[in-house]
């Protein structure tokens, strides 16, 4: 997937001036910060199955390469295939060599987001492989002129019903539907064919399981299912992050990664698939292979961002970002939208390819609070500008500013007399008003909203005042 992080001020801007995406925002928002707060009821003791959720990963990512390999020794004794990918580019070579071995044709897909981060379609493609997403999400992306997606669990979250519905008249030439039942039913009949003629499927992996070199899969439509049982041949394409060591630590973090994700309980479709199709089986692989992917993921192991390994990709931080649900996905300019792709995005794709991605936050900690396994995002994103500030990418006005508020920051007298003119000044530039329309200094904080204007003193002096009082 082309990366376009470094537009994201231009993104932005342009989601934010499209009225019908505003629309269509204005509608989803909320829903999974609504549905995920009730099903958190259920949870005897969030905070203690987060913690445990929080040292299995942190088990696993502090000792990554040991466990790969216990993963791949039992993944081996179940007649499947271990490969290696150390990035995009060697996904869609394997993945294409393993097509073109078993004269592949057509290729169906569950949702796998490191597809997306290597651009298998294009390169399937390319080399005359069909490949059908079979995500009812997905699905309506790749048929809109393969259109990225927006969000890492509801890809197609900013399309509303009458965008579907047109695109399905179009694409589909029926008859117009307007009843989510039926638009549901049509594209189910759509992809049954493909279904049952694709040679090969293709599925990424929530969770790698080392005791027993299993996938575990999650989903809500039932696809994920049909891809990985019909076809002779299932390719599992996930990162290396995603291996955990036993079916009971999955069920630990099971607990939390649909109430994380969707708001449910435990999701529709939940499958631990494990080896080929045996002789007494009547469905499954004729042959498995796993993609086990790099990507920059070992380069961020022992840093100062290893704890962003823990990810397992529910989405909440996005759902309850009031970035993201101001301006949605396709604004940040790659995969992973929101606070996590605001720190993923630089660590995989370069700093320097997405200067302004971790200032695309407020900071209120709203991610890190709803974070099932209890990443600290804000403070990741604020080593990113650290890091950025130090390598002399951002703006020289910017890094002069900082660097005289730090030394005022550091002269009491200095700082306390700065503050009394400053309030003095914003008092006055308010006027009769208690907002301010435009900051003569910084007019980016006010070009799409007011400023609360001050009292006129300082809380020092407020504090003095009602000390001398009493």
Same mark, same amino acid.
């Given at each position: ?11 932005? $801007? ?20 609504? &549905? ?26 502090? #000792? ?9 020794? &039992? ?10 990918? &150390? ?22 897909? $569950? ?27 997905e699905y309506i992306l790749q048929v809109d002129n393969n259109e990225p997606p927006s969000h890492i669990i509801a890809p197609a979250v900013h399309k509303s019903l009458d965008d579907v519905a047109d695109l399905f008249h179009k694409v589909h030439g029926t008859p117009r539907k307007t009843e989510i039942p039926a638009l549901t039913r049509e594209a189910r009949e759509v992809l049954r064919g493909h279904f049952l003629t694709a040679e090969m499927g293709l599925?990424?992996?929530?969770? =790698? ?40 630590? =999955? ?25 080929? @199709? ?53 604004? +940040?300019?790659?995969? +992973?939208?929101? !606070? ?5 995005? !630089? ?15 407020? =900071?209120? #900690? ?5 974070? !099932? ?13 650290? @890091? ?40 006055? =530039? ?23 204007? !001050?009292?006129? &003193?300082?809380?020092?002096?407020? +504090? ?7």
């Amino acid at each position: 997937m082309e990366i376009k992080s470094m537009r994201f001020k231009a993104n932005a $801007s342009a989601s934010l001036a499209n009225v019908v995406l505003q629309g269509n925002l204005k509608n989803a928002k909320g829903k999974f910060v609504t &549905k995920r707060a009730e099903a958190l009821k259920d949870l005897d003791d969030f905070e203690g199955t987060r913690d445990a959720a929080k040292a299995i990963r942190n088990k696993v990512i502090d #000792n990554l390469d040991l466990w790969l390999e216990r993963f791949e020794r &039992k993944a081996l004794d179940t007649g499947a295939h271990v490969l290696w990918a &150390k990035d995009g580019a060697e996904v869609c070579r394997l993945v294409t060599e393993i097509a073109r071995k078993h004269g592949v044709k057509k290729v169906t897909k $569950s949702k796998s987001m490191l597809s997306e981060e290597a651009g298998l379609n294009q390169a399937l493609e390319a080399a005359g492989i069909q490949p059908v997403e079979t995500d009812l999400g997905e699905y309506i992306l790749q048929v809109d002129n393969n259109e990225p997606p927006s969000h890492i669990i509801a890809p197609a979250v900013h399309k509303s019903l009458d965008d579907v519905a047109d695109l399905f008249h179009k694409v589909h030439g029926t008859p117009r539907k307007t009843e989510i039942p039926a638009l549901t039913r049509e594209a189910r009949e759509v992809l049954r064919g493909h279904f049952l003629t694709a040679e090969m499927g293709l599925s990424g992996g929530n969770f =790698l399981v080392a005791e027993t070199g299993s996938v575990a899969l999650v989903t809500n439509e039932g696809n994920g299912r049909m891809v990985t049982t019909l076809p002779k041949v299932h390719v599992v394409i996930t990162g290396i992050e995603k291996v955990i060591p036993t079916l009971e630590d =999955l069920s630990t973090l099971m607990r939390l990664l649909p109430r994380s994700a969707t708001g449910q309980s435990i999701s529709n479709y939940f499958s631990i698939l494990t080896g080929v @199709k045996k002789p007494e089986e009547h469905d499954g692989p004729e042959h498995l292979y796993f993609v086990l992917v790099d990507s920059g993921r070992a380069d961020v192991i022992g840093g100062e961002f290893h704890e962003m390994l823990r990810c397992i990709r529910c989405g909440a931080c996005m759902n309850h970002c009031p970035v993201y649900q101001t301006i949605g996905g396709h604004a +940040y300019g790659w995969v +992973y939208p929101g !606070p996590m792709g605001s720190v993923l995005t !630089p660590l995989y794709a370069g700093i320097e390819n997405s200067i302004d991605l971790p200032h695309a936050a407020t =900071l209120c #900690n709203q991610c890190g609070i709803v974070c !099932p396994v209890g990443i600290p995002l804000p403070e990741l994103l604020r080593k990113l500008r650290e @890091k950025q500030t130090d390598a002399g990418l951002r703006p020289l006005t910017e890094r002069i500013g900082l660097r005289l508020w730090a030394w005022v920051a550091q002269q009491p007298k200095l700082y306390a007399l700065g503050a009394r003119f400053g309030v003095r000044y914003l008092k006055w =530039l308010a006027g009769k008003s208690d907002r301010i329309s435009l900051l003569p200094m910084a007019p980016e904080w006010t070009r799409g909203r007011d400023f609360p204007a !001050p009292q006129g &003193k300082t809380f020092r002096e407020m +504090y003095a005042a009602r000390r001398k009082a009493a």
